[in-house]
């Protein structure tokens, strides 16, 4: 992940994948000798948090931040200057792992000046399955709501098409012609398409593929 500022933001329409990919992108970077922080800004889904991988996080040497009442049955969208003091250490990178649609976005645009000033990647997970971004226009509508609400303009698509339990190589090759569409529409290429780490191998792909695990987990599946 070279191509990949300091300061990385992940966003995505509600139920893309994107906290399953921000854990698994911040223990890669990790392990690619990167000081790495992850942020949970995700002040709007109380499930499906990078906030509840403290633990893992701890123990991989990287430094989590997270909404003041994160893994509590409190939703109030709380950060501290935790973030702000992590974007301010030159020698970090930082993931965000932004909440869903325009709606968690716009915590985002708190920060957006600071953030503009030292420069920033933004990628936009892409699930094509996920309702609502079945339609490449429509996934470039919320794409472009994000950038309104958060003040600040994506970087990148990373194509986390999957349908769970069921995916099969198959199911991520289907994915390859709209998410080409999505990045023709919106001008952003595509960094890399993520496959279950037992699938990576079997792709039929030109591009990076980005093996995954899976953290993240329904609650009944916990």
């Not at 921000?22 to 942020?39: I, Q, T, Y």
């Not at 906030?51 to 996080?57: I, S, W």
């Not at 430094?63 to 709380?78: C, G, K, M, R």
Request: overall charge negative; glycine content about 8%.
């Amino acid at each position: 992940m070279n191509l990949l500022s300091r300061i990385v933001l992940v966003t995505g329409h509600y139920g893309s994948g994107k906290t399953n990919f921000s854990v698994n992108l911040a223990l890669e970077l990790r392990r690619a000798g990167r000081k790495v922080a992850l942020c949970d800004l995700d002040i709007v889904n109380p499930y499906f948090r990078s906030a509840d991988f403290e633990g893992l996080m701890r123990r991989e040497g990287i430094e989590t931040i997270s909404p003041t009442f994160a893994n509590t049955n409190l939703d109030v969208p709380s950060l501290g200057a935790g973030l702000s003091a992590v974007l301010a250490q030159p020698d970090k990178t930082v993931v965000v792992d932004v909440g869903g649609d325009d709606a968690g976005a716009v915590a985002l645009g708190r920060y957006a000046p600071a953030i503009a000033r030292q420069g920033y990647t933004m990628l936009y997970v892409y699930n094509h399955y996920r309702y609502l971004t079945r339609d490449p226009a429509d996934a470039l509508e919320i794409l472009e709501e994000i950038h309104v609400a958060s003040r600040l303009r994506g970087s990148f698509i990373v194509n986390n098409s999957n349908l769970g339990g069921e995916t099969d190589a198959a199911v991520i090759e289907r994915s390859f012609a709209p998410c080409g569409e999505l990045s023709a529409l919106s001008a952003l290429p595509v960094l890399c398409v993520t496959a279950p780490r037992a699938l990576a191998d079997s792709l039929s792909y030109s591009g990076r593929v980005f093996p995954v695990d899976l953290y993240v987990k329904k609650p009944w599946e916990a």
